[in-house]
Nanobody, 120 residues
Framework: VQLQASGGGLAQAGGSLRLSCVAS????????MVWYRQAPGKQRELVAS???????NYADSVKGRFTISRDNAKKMVDLQMNSLKPEDTAVYYC???????????????WGQGTQVTVSS
């Protein structure tokens, strides 16, 4: 099972970027899918999460600017980031609770991280 994140890059303040993360492998089911970020010298923090039925949760710092969505058929989660600020600069990681084939439980999997840099 793997998570592959993409879509990071450089944006100006006020601009937009869209991150995507797709899961692959022998997957039976995916529960919560989550985006985290980690800025230099800071702890990793939750940015947004979405349950299998589409219930979302956001960090206060991104509410109204970021939108998380998922496509269960494609095993994909996206993060649309609008009105970007320099403080959004970080490495963004996707995370998902996945039940793989022959397993009865869900385990956490992480993507490789994608850099987002916002210039002022």
């Amino acid at each position: 099972v793997q998570l592959q994140a993409s879509g990071g890059g450089l944006a100006q303040a006020g601009g937009s970027l869209r991150l995507s993360c797709v899961a692959s492998g022998r997957i039976v089911s995916i529960n919560d899918m989550v985006w985290y970020r980690q800025a230099p010298g800071k702890q990793r923090e939750l940015v947004a999460s979405i349950t299998r039925d589409g219930t979302t949760n956001y960090a206060d710092s991104v509410k109204g600017r970021f939108t998380i969505s998922r496509d269960n058929a494609k095993k994909m989660v996206d993060l649309q980031m609008n009105s970007l600020k320099p403080e959004d600069t970080a490495v963004y990681y996707c995370n998902a609770a996945i039940r793989k084939q022959y397993s009865l439980t869900y385990s956490p999997y992480w993507g490789q991280g994608t850099q987002v840099t916002v210039s002022s």
